[in-house]
């Protein structure tokens, strides 16, 4: 497939208005499905299950079974509609969403369409900068997940080209929570960043919600991201109408969000510039190459057929549970930045990297696990997100933060310079185990004994027996020569402080 021309984003921006829309799913981490009582596999003990082993007839499709609806899911539910500053409905119900597919066992999907849980409200998004931007929500309803397919026998994965394609219903009425934005205006040329920090806003109010594990690498939380331009219009004029819009499907990471929303502005930026027009379409985003690429005709409501569920009554909150609900909402995420921040006694820079890094959970819960905030910003921001960005990954998908508040413990106790601790973290994310795994395996401990050290420093000094003298005259940077030297023998494993500490003894002896 050729490749498709771009056009500079400067000049796209320049040229075209980018209107923004955004579909995230939620997987709800409920202990069993939406409509069954087989496990959830969005829970982290059941994500490695061997496939079709946590299903039921209902997920299968199976005649004569029958949905019954998840009241915790419910719950979870009406919880994010109003940590997302919805109104929720009194009275909604389901509908079944009809189209077919391998992985949908029943040929129709149960969501919910005209009559959503949740609706009209809008999440503030703060910017690298600090500006807020009011993304508005038009509604969050209730559906079930669908399965998943493996195509096998191509060269990429996907069905083109594949010899067979393997069905597991595993994931197939996982509950799931769709939050729909309406269109968003004036993001202008920080469309790609308003992007990213509204996936990671839904995160991290999903995370202080506990309704989700939201790990976009296993498909917790995926976004699906709609993009049109239109063109700009003179001073006084109204502006022109809507562009046809494109939706890049399940984009996993919030790298890729910013990736894909700049990448597809500039690919429908240098076809409307040429003239041409744009497909109404899904799209597939390419991570090895940063590109999207055609799937199938974008439906319209009209061609899902949809109708009520007639297997399912309707859901009536109650308006206790509601304001119970309501009364249980944590800390909004703004508010719970500004609360870290004092906490961490982090300088406005200090914070702004680990926040603009999508690191504020991962940093919260290793201090949490024992690490000072300042280590835990430091393997955040620094050695982890250096091994991610190399790696073209998330840094949250590498290691967990009570993996580096293990490795930081080591680091505290002396166990581990911070150079060696580098090498350790590099074993962990390698998958060679825990911290004191790695240590033992590779050797990789500070030698303490003072006798080992003094035998080095003993060797060095004879190598360079003007040393000593020149300490004694007051020249004291001069013992730099003779702990690098030892460091060198030891192989990094000496604790450089306390190496200069028996250096300086030995000029004093």
Known sequence: MAKAAL?????AIERFEPVLGFEVHVELNTRTKMFSSAPNPARSENHDAAPNTLVAPVDMGLPGALPVV??????????????LGCEIASSCRFARKNYFYPDLGKNYQISQYDEPIAFEGSVDVELTDGTIVSVPIERAHMEEDAGKLTHMGGSTGRIQGAEYSL??????????????????FGAEGRAPEIARAYVQTIRDVVLSLGISEARMERGNLR???????????GPGEDPAPLGTRTETKNVNSMRSVERAVRYEIQRQAAILAEGGTITQETRHWHEDTGTTSPGRPKSDADDYRYFPEPDLLPVVPARELVEDLRAALPESPAVHRRRLKDAWGFTDLEFQDVANGGLLVEVEATVA????PAAARKWWTGEITRVANAAGREPADLISPASV???????DAGTLTDKLARQVL?????????????????GLAVVSDDGALLAAIDDALAAQPDVLAKIRDGKVQAAGAVIGAVMKAMRGQADAARVRELVLERAQS
């Open 7 to 11: 056009l500079d984003y400067d000049e």
């Open 70 to 83: 998840n009241e915790t899911a419910v719950r979870f539910s009406i919880s994010l509609g109003l940590a």
């Open 167 to 184: 069905v597991d219903y595993n994931r197939a009425g996982v509950p799931l929570v769709e939050i729909v934005t309406k269109p968003i």
């Open 223 to 233: 976004c699906d991201a709609n993009v049109s331009l239109r063109p700009r219009r």
């Open 369 to 372: 696990a024992g690490a000072s």
């Open 405 to 411: 508040a293990d490795l930081q413990r080591l680091v």
């Open 426 to 442: 590099e074993g962990m994310i390698a998958g060679e185990g825990t911290a004191e795994e790695v240590v033992a395996a590779r």
